[in-house]
């Protein structure tokens, strides 16, 4: 038992009689029943339980509580680190497809239940349009310098040849994310409102628990905070297109169900296509090689390319049957 662990329990009336490690998160044992303590940044901790308190005031009660302590503190201080007391859940076994779509309809109903229109300029829109787009652009010029680099080799190596062969792929990935980026910024222009919610923050079956009458939890609202729906959408789908080459009519289906509770303004979709057709990933595999920066073998290089080129691929059906 570390000691730390039962001065913060005492604070909250219990006596552990066991304690099981989970990472972060340890499962105490009580007389009193079974509880999840979790350890944070403490510099985290303020923001967190602000944004808990917001959330049930807008009438949003699908998070695992947080218990208050014996005098009315939601959290313990231990040196660096603060610990919060919830429920212990166990979570149910169900099949991931019916997880899914519980957690995005739980999505949908926590980014409704949050929504608030907020003040954008037209300048600090067209900032962040010009900000993007320039970023997107140096490393489009950055990619045609290395590919001819690549090709001018006598002999090339697995990874320059995988590289040209995706390069004008790549390049095409490029050009529909700012399609789309435009697109946003004509439909937005004489718009000075934007739509934010409270976003989960780090949206992922890990963090979504179902307990024994079926009815679905979220956990770990650490990184919560007030923005736009795709900064929950963007993250959570590029997950889904990690992998093997497929046709992504799932993943359709997926965000077409979080649209049936939570509706995408025109905007909000055209720069939900772009950030998530934007090819990063391929970018940051090919950037990486030349550079030299963290260096793999040849074979781990081109397995990253591929799996970055294959995420691509899988993006580029699904953002186009979103068209």
Same mark, same amino acid.
């Given at each position: 038992?570390?000691?730390?662990?039962?001065?913060?329990?005492?604070?909250?009336?219990?006596?552990?009689?066991?304690?099981?490690?989970?990472?972060?998160?340890?499962?105490?044992?009580?007389?009193?029943?079974?509880?999840?303590?979790?350890?944070?940044?403490?510099?985290?901790?303020?923001?967190?339980?602000?944004?808990?308190?917001?959330?049930?005031?807008?009438?949003?009660?699908?998070?695992?509580?947080?218990?208050?302590?014996?005098?009315?503190?939601?959290?313990?201080?231990?040196?660096?680190?603060?610990?919060?007391?919830?429920?212990?859940?166990?979570?149910?076994?169900?099949?991931?497809?019916?997880?899914?779509?519980?957690?995005?309809? *739980?999505?949908?109903? =926590?980014?409704? @239940?949050?929504?608030? /229109? !907020?003040?954008? &300029?037209?300048?600090?829109? %067209?900032?962040?349009?010009?900000?993007?787009?320039?970023?997107?652009?140096?490393?489009?010029? *950055?990619?045609?310098? =290395?590919?001819? @680099?690549?090709?001018? /080799? !006598?002999?090339? &190596?697995?990874?320059?040849? %995988?590289?040209?062969?995706?390069?004008?792929?790549?390049?095409?990935?490029?050009?529909?994310?700012?399609?789309?980026?435009?697109?946003?910024?004509?439909?937005?222009?004489?718009?000075?409102?934007?739509?934010?919610?409270?976003?989960?923050?780090?949206?992922?079956?890990?963090?979504?628990?179902?307990?024994?009458?079926?009815?679905?939890?979220?956990?770990?609202?650490?990184?919560?905070?007030?923005?736009?729906?795709?900064?929950?959408?963007?993250?959570?789908?590029?997950?889904?297109?990690?992998?093997?080459?497929?046709?992504?009519?799932?993943?359709?289906?997926?965000?077409?169900?979080?649209?049936?509770?939570?509706?995408?303004?025109?905007?909000?979709?055209?720069?939900?296509?772009?950030?998530?057709?934007?090819?990063?990933?391929?970018?940051?595999?090919?950037?990486?090689?030349?550079?030299?920066?963290?260096?793999?073998?040849?074979?781990?290089?081109?397995?990253?390319?591929?799996?970055?080129?294959?995420?691509?691929?899988?993006?580029?059906?699904?953002?186009?049957?979103?068209?």
């Amino acid at each position: 038992m570390a000691p730390s662990y039962e001065a913060v329990c005492k604070q909250y009336g219990l006596i552990p009689v066991r304690v099981d490690s989970f990472g972060q998160v340890q499962r105490i044992w009580t007389e009193q029943g079974t509880f999840a303590l979790k350890k944070i940044p403490a510099e985290r901790g303020i923001d967190f339980l602000l944004h808990m308190q917001s959330l049930y005031q807008a009438g949003y009660h699908h998070f695992v509580p947080v218990y208050p302590t014996l005098d009315g503190r939601y959290s313990v201080l231990e040196g660096s680190s603060l610990y919060y007391l919830m429920p212990w859940i166990e979570g149910q076994h169900e099949n991931a497809r019916q997880v899914e779509r519980s957690l995005l309809r *739980e999505a949908a109903r =926590l980014h409704l @239940l949050s929504a608030v /229109e !907020v003040r954008v &300029s037209k300048e600090e829109r %067209l900032r962040q349009f010009e900000k993007t787009k320039s970023r997107w652009e140096r490393q489009e010029e *950055e990619l045609e310098q =290395l590919v001819f @680099l690549a090709e001018e /080799e !006598v002999y090339m &190596s697995p990874f320059h040849l %995988l590289f040209c062969s995706y390069y004008e792929e790549t390049r095409l990935a490029y050009r529909y994310a700012k399609e789309k980026l435009e697109a946003w910024k004509e439909e937005t222009a004489e718009s000075e409102k934007e739509r934010t919610v409270q976003i989960h923050g780090q949206l992922e079956p890990g963090h979504y628990v179902t307990d024994a009458q079926s009815r679905g939890y979220f956990i770990n609202l650490e990184q919560s905070r007030r923005a736009t729906p795709i900064h929950d959408l963007v993250p959570y789908f590029n997950r889904l297109f990690a992998g093997y080459p497929k046709e992504s009519k799932q993943e359709v289906e997926s965000f077409q169900h979080y649209t049936q509770f939570f509706s995408l303004k025109k905007g909000e979709k055209l720069l939900f296509q772009s950030y998530l057709a934007y090819p990063g990933q391929v970018y940051q595999a090919v950037a990486s090689y030349f550079s030299g920066q963290g260096r793999q073998s040849e074979y781990e290089m081109v397995h990253k390319l591929q799996q970055a080129y294959w995420q691509m691929k899988n993006i580029e059906y699904f953002v186009t049957q979103l068209d």
